[in-house]
């Protein structure tokens, strides 16, 4: 209500939003703000470049053999593109891959091969178990072995916690620590921040990209994480499948009963 002796009259606004013509005429005399754009076409446009940027990298992550069973779907010179550019990351790889397993090491080595080895790249330290009862370290010494594997150009040590850090806690165990240039650059105290005994390939990888020893685009990175989502939509579409049929099951024995 305007105040006593107050002379404006009171514009009545249902939604300021709304496409009407008492609105616009606000709108032209200043009484209420402009409509704000509609964001529709901005997330249109976005949905387009998502799709179009899925289609022009459709081949990310595929090795030599995937591309060449594509002969007949894919344009030949864009092919030979991907052929070209996975034949130089392999050459690359080879070159680097002067590792391809795990360095067991002892404390006396320790500062030659691990500080003044991340001089030329990150070092990955495993600091195992000293019992046989320390589920989690199993599970991490298995997946050094297969990181040390598939990352030759990497270099993964292992040793006895307790031989590299006197009394160092066993429930500590296992403990993964990353040297770079010469400084500890990554810490990481037990599985139970990335999966527990079920920690994989996926949370070392994470590992590899967070300090930077690995890119993103890396198409061993690429690979994994294809297959995992590839995976994760099977074990979807196969529930699904269940569900549905169990729901079928269950209004054919209605049906059953109706005639009993």
Request: negative net charge; aromatic residues 4%.
């Amino acid at each position: 209500m305007a105040a006593p002796g107050d002379q404006r009259i009171a514009v009545p606004i249902d939604d300021p939003n709304a496409d009407t013509e008492w609105n616009d005429i606000l709108r032209k005399h200043g009484v209420i703000p402009e409509k704000p754009p509609s964001p529709t076409p901005m997330i249109e446009e976005a949905i387009l470049e998502g799709r179009r940027l899925a289609h022009e990298n459709r081949l990310e992550g595929k090795d030599l053999d995937e591309l060449d069973e594509l002969e007949d779907f894919e344009d030949d010179e864009f092919l030979d593109q991907y052929r070209q550019k996975r034949m130089a990351e392999l050459n690359n790889l080879q070159k680097k891959s002067i590792h391809g397993s795990v360095y067991p090491i002892s404390k006396p080595d320790y500062q030659r091969e691990v500080t003044e080895a991340s001089q030329n790249g990150p070092v990955f330290v495993n600091l195992t178990s000293g019992t046989g009862t320390n589920v989690e370290s199993r599970v991490l010494s298995d997946l050094w072995r297969q990181a040390a594997k598939e990352y030759g150009d990497i270099k993964f040590c292992e040793i006895r916690a307790n031989q590299a850090i006197e009394n160092y806690p066993d429930r500590n165990c296992p403990t993964i620590l990353v040297y770079n240039n010469g400084d500890i650059v990554k810490q990481v105290v037990t599985l139970v921040t990335l999966g527990g005994v079920r920690t994989n390939m996926r949370h070392i990888d994470n590992i590899l990209v967070e300090v930077g020893a690995v890119s993103e685009s890396d198409m061993r990175i690429i690979k994994r994480r294809q297959a995992a989502e590839d995976a994760e939509e099977e074990r979807l579409a196969g529930k699904s499948i269940k569900t549905g049929t169990a729901g079928r099951s269950r209004n054919n024995d209605d049906d059953d009963d109706d005639w009993d």
